[in-house]
């Protein structure tokens, strides 16, 4: 769970793109510097980073990131993962109180976050964890993998044998 949940970013790069958020680009980035990827480009942790849900994310990604590097184990960082993402706020004020409730020490990741280095050296090492996905969820419509998650509506309706719904006679916008 966790891998694929830090990695709802990618690094722009001459290769792939980069800005806004794209599942297509996701996976170049993805075969080109993640999981398997051979001979990465120079590029790959040097870019603008683009997060699939923005800046918050990429901030809260940069915080449970460093508490996986950090924690002695993973019951710790699982408990401080829960603890943050709970507070549903993803931000730094609530490292301390989850921090504390995970026998994690705070400073120490409050220091990681706030480090350019050490926040590409957790990118590094949840890319080579991270199997190629165009985002979370993955979408399924009759067990084929959707390119463009915005497209569920319409695949499932293309998919569906049955009477129509009258959902399916609606233009729908993502």
């Not at 806004?20 to 040097?46: A, M, N």
């Not at 901030?59 to 460093?66: D, H, P, T």
Request: charged content about 20%; some cysteine.
């Amino acid at each position: 769970w966790y891998q694929r949940r830090v990695h709802g970013a990618y690094y722009e790069t001459k290769e792939c793109g980069g800005s806004p958020y794209s599942p297509t680009i996701r996976q170049c980035w993805d075969t080109k510097c993640g999981l398997g990827s051979v001979s990465k480009p120079s590029d790959c942790f040097t870019g603008a980073k683009v997060c699939q849900h923005g800046e918050r994310e990429c901030e809260a990604n940069r915080v449970e990131g460093c508490a996986v590097l950090l924690a002695k184990n993973y019951v710790d960082y699982m408990n401080f993962v829960l603890c943050y993402e709970v507070k549903n706020d993803c931000s730094t004020s609530s490292i301390t109180p989850c921090a504390i409730s995970s026998r994690l020490d705070a400073e120490s990741i409050k220091n990681c976050t706030n480090s350019p280095l050490a926040n590409i050296h957790v990118d590094q090492y949840f890319a080579k964890l991270t199997p190629p996905h165009p985002g979370t969820p993955t979408v399924y419509v009759n067990g084929v993998e959707l390119d463009d998650p915005s497209t569920l509506l319409h695949e499932v309706c293309n998919a569906y044998t049955g009477k129509k719904p009258a959902g399916c006679s609606r233009k729908m916008s993502i």
